[in-house]
Every structure is written in C-alpha cells, then in structure tokens.
C-alpha cells in the first residue's frame, strides 16, 4: 500500500506550528538530506520529499489568510466562468512568474537551491534557475551546472543556460561549452547567446582548456563560435 503524503510528518512539525518553526525545521531537514553531503541510499528522494512539503504547506498557508468574495453576486449566481483564453493564459503564467521570482530573491542561498534542486513544479525551477543567475556568486553556478546533464525537461534546461550566462561567473563556460554543440538547435543558440553574455568574463586561459578537454566534434563548433563571438581572428 503506497504511504500517504503528510507533509507535516515529512517536515517533522505539529499542524498548527508557526510559520517561522515550519522554516527552520525545513532548513534544517534540507541541510541533512542534501545528496552531496548524505550518504544513505534515498537521500535525493528524502530531500525533494522534503521540499516539496515545504512547498505544499506554504500554498496551504497563504490560501488560508486569502479574505472571502464578500461581492453582492455569488459565482453561482454569476454563472460559470469562461475558459481563459491562450493569451490570458499566458499572462497569468507571466505574472505567476514575477510573483514567485520576487518571492525566491529573498531567500537565502542554500534555500534558492534547495528550491531548484528539489521541486518538482516546472515554474518554481524555472523562476529558481533565474534568480540563482541573478545571485551571480559560484555557489549558484555550480548548482546550475549539476542539473544541466539530467535535466529532461527543455524549458528548464533554457532557463538554466540563461541564467548561467546572467550569472557573469566564468566558471559557467565549462558547462556552456559543450552545449554549442547540442542536437536540439534551440539549446545551442541559448548557449552561443549565454557565452556571448560571459564575454568579457572569459579570458584565454579558460579557452585553451575548454579546446583541450572537449570531444573533437564540439571542439570544431566551438571554435567557429567562439570566433564569432570573442571576435578572435582566424587563424
């Protein structure tokens, strides 16, 4: 029989704790089950279980302080709302988007990337990804980095090789590199348009070791972009 998912159990608190005692727990949980410092064998699926806990909860509490219609006509009595069409979908998405981005540039470093590292909402990753980019320190790149080879879903991956290009870290180009040469065309010019961002980050040095470490094939796509980029001179 599958467990039920109680994410007050999972978070280790009491259904009517506070706030601030929900947080702390889940800091704490996070820190614990992090893959990269524990050990045991289910650590990932401990810790996103744990985000997504956190994550739960928090919706159920800002749902419980939203205030009631208090309108003179009921939404039966109005009748059933239209479907929204695909540009107000769309809005809605975008504004979703800048409410929740907002919401993760206050958290903390460590949080942020519990956040992408462990949701399994595509939004939160996405706006995650971003405000990580907008950190510009080399915790949130290499946090970036270590999601770029297993992530499956493209909208992310695009929103990762943005913000690795946002984050003006140079230590991002060695996970941008190899992506020039990607079979899916639209990750490889988010990576050409993210390199371009690192430009004056990226010095010689940095490109004579990405030349000498990557496949010959992505070496080749790398060299005629990198021209074009860095506006070097054929040889």
Not at 109 to 119: H, K, Y
Request: contains cysteine.
């Amino acid at each position: 029989m599958t467990a039920i998912f109680d994410p007050y159990l999972i978070l280790q608190v009491r259904r009517n704790a506070t706030r601030e005692e929900i947080k702390r727990s889940y800091r704490r949980l996070v820190v614990r089950y992090h893959p990269d410092v524990c050990s045991e064998p289910d650590a990932a699926d401990r810790f996103r279980r744990v985000v997504a806990a956190y994550e739960m909860i928090d919706e159920e509490k800002k749902s419980t302080v939203r205030p009631a219609h208090t309108g003179c006509y009921s939404q039966a009595a109005a009748g059933p709302r239209p479907a929204p069409s695909a540009q107000q979908a769309q809005s809605a998405r975008k504004r979703f988007s800048m409410n929740l981005g907002r919401k993760l540039d206050h958290l903390s470093i460590q949080e942020l990337i519990a956040r992408f590292e462990g949701s399994y909402n595509r939004y939160v990753r996405i706006a995650a990804a971003h405000a990580l980019g907008r950190r510009r320190c080399l915790a949130a790149v290499l946090a970036l980095s270590r999601d770029v080879a297993s992530c499956t879903d493209k909208e992310v991956l695009l929103a990762i090789i943005g913000a690795l290009g946002e984050s003006r870290i140079p230590r991002a180009a060695y996970t941008l590199a190899p992506l020039l040469g990607h079979r899916d065309l639209d990750v490889a010019s988010a990576a050409e348009q993210a390199i371009n961002a690192l430009k004056t980050e990226v010095t010689v040095p940095i490109l004579e070791r990405l030349l000498r470490t990557e496949p010959l094939i992505i070496r080749a796509r790398m060299v005629r972009t990198l021209r074009r980029i860095l506006s070097f001179a054929a040889a």
